[in-house]
Each structure stands twice: as C-alpha cells, then as structure tokens.
C-alpha cells in the first residue's frame, strides 16, 4: 500500500478510522450471513483485505514512532549539554530579548540579579541589573545588535544588593536561531572590578612615590634601577624610560655611584635595612643624602633587590655645619660670652667667660647678672645703660666687675637685645673683654707683625730687617756673612696625608732642631710655608757649608709623628755668601733660593752652593717662554713614538705620538717642562698643529713603504684649546689628504679633565671629527668626576685608563675596583680600551683578563724617535 508522507497524529487519526470502518464491515457480515454467499464471500474477501492493509500500516506506524522516539532523545541530550555549558559558563550569561526581557540565566546571572527577581516584575529584572544612564546605553544596544553580531559595551556598572558597586564588560550577541521567531541576545557579562581597582591601586602609588620629594628608587641585585620617582629624575634631569634598566653610573658621578653600589651591596649581604649619609657631587657643589636602604623580597622571601629613600639633608647638614661653626665660635671665642633670658638670669656662659672671671658655669647659671656687679657703679650708671639697651637694643662700655675670687676686673662689655617677630626681648648676650688681655693682646699684635706664630721664629720682615742690618754692619767692618735656604722635601706629601695638624709638629721640630745646629749670634727664620733661612754672621764658604752638612744630619735624624708614624726630616739647603754673591737682602736671598733649587734638582736632601752659572740657568728657563716660539719656527720639535700593543700577545697595533724638545744646548727636553708654559701663553695650539703635522707626514711615508699596516692607529694628543680653533676639522682634512693617510689610521687623545670643560661646540666639533673617520679617545681617564651618563654623549670610541691606576691596581683595592667599573662601564658603551703606564708583565696580564685590548709603557718600549721607532717595531713583520 502506497501511503502518502503523514504526520503521525494523521496516521494515529487514519489508523481509528480505518479500524472503525473494519468493525463496521465485519458488522455488516455477520448481519447479513443470512444473505446470498456471493454477497457474503465478496463481503469477507472485502474484509480481510482491508485487515491485511491495516496490519500493514500497523507496522509502519510502529516504525515511525521509534525514530520519533530516537530522535526526540538526541535532541534532548543536546539541549541538556548546552543547558550544562551554559550553567557553568565563568560568567554571568543571560538571554534577553530586544526589550530586555530575561527568557534565561545561567547561575552566576541569577547571583546577580539576587533578591531583585523574587520582587520585581519578570520584564524588569535586566533594567534592575543598570542604573540610568547605563539602561540606555544597554538597551539601544540590545536594539541594535543584530543576529550573529557581537558588541562590547565597556564599563557597565552594577549596584550589588551589599551596595558595592561593580564594574562590567557586557558583550552582546544577536543569536541566529530563534524558535519564537522574535530576536534574542545572549549577554555575557566579565567582572573588570578587581582589574580596574588593581590600575587605580597603581596609579595611587605612583602618585604617591611622585609626589614625595625625597627620591625614592630600587635596583635589582645587579645594581640596575628598577624603579625611580620623579624627585629622583628630576634631579637627574632624565626621563624614566632612561634611568630604569640602567646603573647608577649612567646618571651619577662614577665615584658617587661606586659608594652608593656599596651600601647597596652591604644590604643584599647583611638581608637589613640601614640608614647611611650619601653624597652626590655636581659640578660646583655637593649635596648631601640621608638614606634609607633596605632589602626588598619578593612573595617567597627571597631578596631581589634594595629599596632607596633619601632625603636632601644638604641644607640641614649646612645648617649643622653652620651650628658646629656657632658653637665653636662660642666656646673657642677669647672673649667671654654670657647669655641670658629677659630678665638677665643667666642661661649659658662660655669657658671664656670661666678664664675672666673665675666664676664656673655652674656658680653662675640661673643667678641674675649683677652677682658680677662690683658696686663701684652706680645706679644711674646702670639705668642710663639700660635705657641705652631698651631704645636701642645694644650699649658698648667700660664695666667694673668683681671676679670669683674678690679682686676687680674691668672688661670692654658690648651687650645686645635679641627680639622676637613681635619685638619682645627674649635674651640679652653679652660679649666681654678684660682690658688686661686687651693690652697683652695689643703686645701680641706687635709680637706676630715680627715672629712667626706657628714656630715663634722671626718672620720674612723681621729677617729682612736683620739682614739689612747685618748688610751695613759687614759693610763696615769688611767682614762677609752667609745666607742658608732651608727648604723642606716633600713637606707636602706630610701635609696632604697626615693632616696640617702633623705638618705644624713637623715645622715646630724643625725650627727646633734648626736652632739647635746654629749659634746664639745667627738668625733662623721662618719666611714661608716650609721655608727657612739661617743668616750666619761672620761665616765664610767652608764654615757655612760646615752649618749647612750639620743641619742636614741633625734634621734627618728620626722624629715621632703622630704617635707610631717615625719620620725622617729632610731638606734642601742652599747656601748664598756676602758680599760676592748678593749686594742686597733680596739679590743674596734669590742667589740662595736658586742654589736651593739645584739642590732640589740635584735629588734634594743636599746642599748646594750658590754659582753664578745657577743664574744663567734659571734665566734659561725663563727664557723657555720666549724660546718656545721660535723652537716651532726653527724646528726643534721632535715627535717620538711610543707602540701600542694587543695586551693578549703584544702584537704592535699602532702608536702615540709624543713630543720633545731638541732645545739647543739643552739636549731633548719633554712635555712635561713646556706644554704648561706653551698652555698659558697660547702657543699650544700652533705646537699641536706643528706635531700634527709631523706625526702625519712620517705615518703617510710609513704607510707608502708598506711598513704601517692597515687597521694599526697613530694617536696625537690635543688639547681641547684646540677644538676651538674655526678651521680645525678643514686643517684635519688637509693634513689627511696632504699626507695621504686614510682618517681611520688616526686617533685624537684629549684628556679627560679637559673634555669635562668643553662648550657644546667643540662636542659638535669632535662629532665631526667621527664622521671623518677619525677615532676620538679620552686619556688619562679616571682621574676626573665624570659620569657614565656624561661619556655617553661624548662622541669618543676610546678610554684610556691613567697611569696612576694601572700602577696601584695590583696593591689598591680602590684602583682596583675603578679600573674593574672603568672596564665594564667602557665595554658597556662599547668603547675599546687601553690601558697606560704598563711597566710589569703582571700588569699586562691583569688587564689582559680583565678584558682590555690594548696597552702602551715601558714594558714594551719607551717613546722612540722615528728611526728607532722602525727599527724595532716595523721591519720585523707583524702578525695581523
Ligand atoms: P699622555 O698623553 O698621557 O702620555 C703618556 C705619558 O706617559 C708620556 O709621557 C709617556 O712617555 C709616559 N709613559 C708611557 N709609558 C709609561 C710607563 O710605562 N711608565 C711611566 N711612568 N710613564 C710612561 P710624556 O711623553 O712625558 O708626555 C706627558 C704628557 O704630555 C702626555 O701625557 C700628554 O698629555 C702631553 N703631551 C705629549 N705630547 C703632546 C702633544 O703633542 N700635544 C699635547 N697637547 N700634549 C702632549
Ligand atoms: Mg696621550
Ligand atoms: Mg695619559
């Protein structure tokens, strides 16, 4: 049977039907047995067909309503699983239609529409979720989105039922399906609460740390900055972005950044906070820290860095400073000092006051002033000074005093009123003076314009005095005399080390000792710093050089300085004889302060005797100033060459150019004798450019002859006098081309203290020096205060390291901490280093480790002349 596609509510109705015609037929039969056979088999035959059609659709429609069954389950267990990921979705979900009407919320939607629901209106329960403005931002939304369209709608805020507000981003989806053929969206809702209190949080702090102005700042265990407040980059003048990831000495004078590293190191290593006193020097002044260290640990525990708070205590400490020095003055002042409150009750009297009138601070404090009233005053006297006092605030007189033990004094007296903002007195202070001492020191006065204070020898004008004296007298009786110049070795180095304190022992035991080696008759003076002179009347040539070997002995023999430090004086003497070396006090005196110089020359701790050949040489060297001009015209300037070498094998990588003096009948002078001379009367830029020059034209021929190898560099001091100089760059070029030597075979040095003092010009200048080709160094580097930051502007590609620490490296921890940061700090910026003063094979491998790529010194060659130069150090082939 052939049935047409039916639902099965048709069929179920077809089947009834069918089975109710059946009934009827077999109805019909049994109604009419009776009737015809014929009838009755046709009638049956009917029957059973139709029986057989309706087993038939029996069937099929039991077929049909098992699928139906199947399918209704597959449906079922879809809709559960989405139900399931709905439920448990991380977010609040919900399903509105266009006017906000919820059909559906997962759990976390229900928690937040909480009590509402149960209250208000179904069609409600989405608005209830919004306050006014954000209602019309969600429903023009809901209008808008369309199926399969997402939007977000940022900071959406909820007032919880506890009254906390939260703040939402509401992401809307139009959904495509739709079974009630009305729009839908679904609207899933992200809490941003804890993220935007977490950025406010943030930004608190920020906030706070910049508005402190005590710089606060931390660096990692590496000493790198991790963080720094604007107080902090103000004073820096840096941005964040430059400070942070950076070490101290790219912002701080590397000294400066060197000590503070230390007390950030003593925090790492100790795990404690410490409060420490820093200094930070600029360019004129320094200013002084009062830092808070301390360690910082992250979640676990552990240390990674140390936290920074310091404040500017430089006005305190000035204020401090400025108080010691008050305070000093008050308890030093030879004058006695009393101060009392506005009823003259005396709070604080100075030790002065104590040596003037006996009375001890403590007999005195708290008493009125007039238990120093002698009563030989009257009244009227004391109103008059007091009316004084009141209408002017000062009075200045005579007062007759009792002192502590009864007898009277009287003392110049000058007493001011101190007065608040308002005028009201709150102390008077009185400074006092016995006239007594004002005599004695009045004496005094005339004693110092003629002795010398320190060692209470005669000074310069008294011995001058003497000498003239001694002069007419020798005149007359045709009699000579001897001068001695006595001038201390290495006074200095006494002074500048232990202190001015030893220094003026020193000089005491010396004028001693001095006074010892001579007779009653002759004069020792003391005519400057650590100079003295002996006038020795009557003596001749061998008597005086007699005196002079006896106060070389008695000086050198040992002396206690300080309490362990046993020191040996020495001195050069000079020695100068009347008549025939010096008419006048001044003329002998400069005949025997030359002859004192020559024993100086002469490796000091000796006498000399004056000649008149001393003079003809110390006016050569005066003449040095004059003579030095013409010394570039006439050519006397010779350059030497000093090889540079790799430090890891000595391999020679080119050379310094250094100048001499082949001064006529002077033999080769060096620098160090005229380039200060040459510095001070501007002759230093025509030397520098004479040796240009001359360095240049013999590298072009080395290079012509094939024996200066490419990649090998000369190097030529200059001094930043010379960066001045308006046609510099175009000179250079000249030369350059001139010589035919290529700009990458010539490196400028300048030294570091000179660079510290240039104009922004002559950093313009040297920039354009780099672009030639020309490698730019800073020698004797670290003997000044700059900073990393400050070489990094510097257009330069080499550091040289002064002498000075190359030679204490090995015995200073300081040098040898310096040359390590020098090193860092120079590879850092990627700069190629070399390393001077190498006179020990232990040097050269101690910065070879180090990592330092060349060096020069006496371990490999002292400066040559060019022949010498080629002799040793080009012909021999050079590995490359
Ligand atoms: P500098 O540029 O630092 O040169 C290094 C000085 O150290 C040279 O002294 C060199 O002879 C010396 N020296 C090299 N190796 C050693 C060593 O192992 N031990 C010791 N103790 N000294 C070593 P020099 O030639 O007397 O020059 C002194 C300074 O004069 C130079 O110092 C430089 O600043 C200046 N100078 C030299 N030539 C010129 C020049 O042509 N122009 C200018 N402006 N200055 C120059
Ligand atoms: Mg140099
Ligand atoms: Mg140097």
Redesign the pocket.
């Known amino acids: 049977m052939n049935l047409p596609e039916e639902s099965v509510l048709q069929k179920t109705e077809r089947l009834a039907l069918l089975k109710q015609r059946a009934q009827a037929v077999l109805a019909q039969a049994d109604h009419e047995a009776s009737g015809t056979n014929r009838e009755a088999d046709a009638q049956h035959l009917q029957t059973l067909k139709l029986l057989e059609d309706l087993r038939i659709y029996q069937v099929e429609l039991e077929l049909q309503n098992q699928e139906l069954r199947a399918a209704q389950q597959d449906a079922e267990l879809a809709r559960k699983r989405y139900q399931y990921l709905f439920d448990q979705l991380p977010l609040a979900a919900l399903v509105v239609d266009g006017q906000g009407v919820v059909d559906e919320c997962n759990p976390l939607a229900d928690a937040l529409l909480g009590e509402r629901k149960k209250f208000v209106h179904a069609d409600m329960r989405l608005w209830s979720l919004l306050t006014g403005k954000d209602r019309s931002r969600v429903s023009q939304a809901l209008r808008s989105v369309a199926a399969g369209e997402t939007l977000v709608l940022q900071q959406v805020h909820h007032k919880t039922a506890q009254g906390q507000t939260l703040s939402f981003d509401v992401h809307l989806i139009g959904l495509s399906i739709d079974y009630k053929l009305e729009r839908r969206v679904l609207m899933l809702w992200a809490d941003r609460s804890a993220e935007l209190a977490r950025q406010a949080d943030q930004q608190f702090y920020t906030l706070l740390l910049d508005a402190s102005d005590a710089f606060m700042y931390a660096t990692d265990t590496q000493g790198k900055m991790l963080l720094a407040n604007y107080a902090l980059l103000n004073f820096v003048g840096r941005s964040r972005e430059q400070v942070v990831g950076q070490p101290r000495q790219s912002f701080l004078p590397l000294r400066d950044a060197i000590l503070h590293a230390e007390a950030d190191q003593k925090v790492l290593h100790s795990k404690q906070a410490i409060t420490v006193e820093e200094q930070v020097h600029g360019a004129h002044e320094r200013m002084d820290f009062l830092t808070r260290k301390f360690p910082l640990r992250n979640l676990q525990g552990e240390v990674y860095g140390v936290g920074g708070i310091s404040t500017d205590i430089t006005a305190l400490k000035d204020q401090q400073r400025q108080m010691l020095l008050s305070e000093a003055v008050f308890q030093n002042s030879a004058e006695a000092i009393i101060i009392t409150d506005a009823s003259t009750r005396i709070l604080r009297v100075n030790p002065a006051f104590t040596r003037l009138t006996g009375f001890s601070a403590e007999a005195v404090l708290g008493q009125k002033t007039n238990v120093l009233k002698s009563g030989r005053q009257d009244a009227a006297f004391y109103t008059a000074m007091w009316q004084a006092i009141t209408q002017t605030g000062t009075w200045s007189g005579e007062l007759n005093n009792r002192r502590a033990d009864g007898r009277y004094c009287t003392v110049w007296s000058t007493i001011n009123a101190v007065r608040d903002a308002e005028g009201n007195v709150l102390n008077y202070i009185a400074v006092q003076a016995d006239v007594t001492p004002l005599h004695n020191a009045k004496m005094a006065l005339v004693h110092q314009a003629s002795y010398d204070s320190l060692t209470g020898l005669p000074n310069r004008s008294l011995f001058n005095d003497r000498m003239s004296q001694l002069m007419s007298a020798s005149l007359r009786h045709n009699s000579s005399f001897a001068l001695l110049f006595v001038d201390l070795d290495r006074f200095k180095e006494v002074n500048d080390t232990l202190g001015h304190q030893v220094g003026d022992q020193l000089l005491r035991e010396v004028a001693h000792r001095l006074q010892l080696s001579v007779r009653a008759e002759d004069t020792v003076a003391r005519i400057g710093g650590d100079e003295f002179v002996l006038l020795l009347p009557g003596s001749d040539a061998p008597g005086a050089q007699a005196v002079a070997a006896n106060v070389l002995t008695k000086l050198r023999e040992p002396m206690q300085l300080q309490d362990s430090v046993s020191y040996r004086p020495m001195a050069s003497v000079g020695l100068a004889l009347y008549p025939q070396d010096g008419q006048t006090p001044d003329a002998l005196l400069r005949c025997a302060d030359l002859a004192m110089y020559d024993a100086k020359i002469e490796g000091r701790n000796r006498f000399a005797v004056y000649t008149p050949e001393l003079s003809r040489v110390n006016d050569k060297r005066f003449a040095i100033q004059t003579e030095l001009a013409q010394a570039i015209e006439q050519q006397q300037l010779r350059?030497?060459f000093?090889p540079k070498c790799r430090l890891s094998d000595g391999a020679l990588r080119g050379a310094?150019?250094?100048?001499?003096w082949q001064r006529p009948g002077n033999g080769l002078v060096?620098?160090?004798e005229f380039?200060g001379v040459?510095?001070k009367t501007g002759l230093?830029v025509a030397?520098?450019h004479w040796?240009?020059n001359d360095?240049l034209r013999q590298l072009g021929s080395w290079l012509a002859s094939g024996q200066w190898q490419p990649g090998w560099r000369l190097?030529?001091?200059?001094?930043v006098a010379?960066l001045k100089h308006p046609r510099m760059l175009e000179n250079l070029q000249q030369q350059l081309n001139q010589h035919r030597v290529p700009a990458s075979a010539l490196e400028l040095?300048l030294?570091e203290d000179a660079l510290l003092e240039h104009t922004p010009e002559q950093l313009a200048q040297l920039a354009d020096i780099q672009r030639l080709g020309v490698s730019v160094s800073i020698?004797?580097f670290g003997t000044g205060y700059s900073s990393l930051a400050y070489l990094r502007q510097l257009p330069v590609s080499v550091i040289?390291i002064?002498?000075s620490f190359?030679?204490g490296m090995l015995t200073h921890e300081n040098d040898a901490v310096l040359v390590q940061t020098i090193v860092d700090m120079a590879h850092n910026l990627g700069h190629m280093l070399v390393a001077?003063?190498?006179?020990q094979e232990t040097q050269r491998q101690h910065l070879a480790g180090l990592g330092v790529e060349l060096g020069?010194?006496?371990?490999?060659d002292?400066?040559l002349d060019a022949q010498a130069f080629a002799q040793r150090w080009l012909t021999a082939s050079q590995p490359s």
Request: net charge negative.
């Open positions: 350059v030497y000093q310094e150019a250094l100048v001499r060096l620098p160090g380039i040459a510095e230093l030397l520098d040796v240009m360095a190097s030529i001091n200059q001094n010379d040095e030294t020698d004797d040289k002064d002498q190359v030679k001077e003063g190498i006179e020069q010194g006496f371990l490999f002292p400066a």
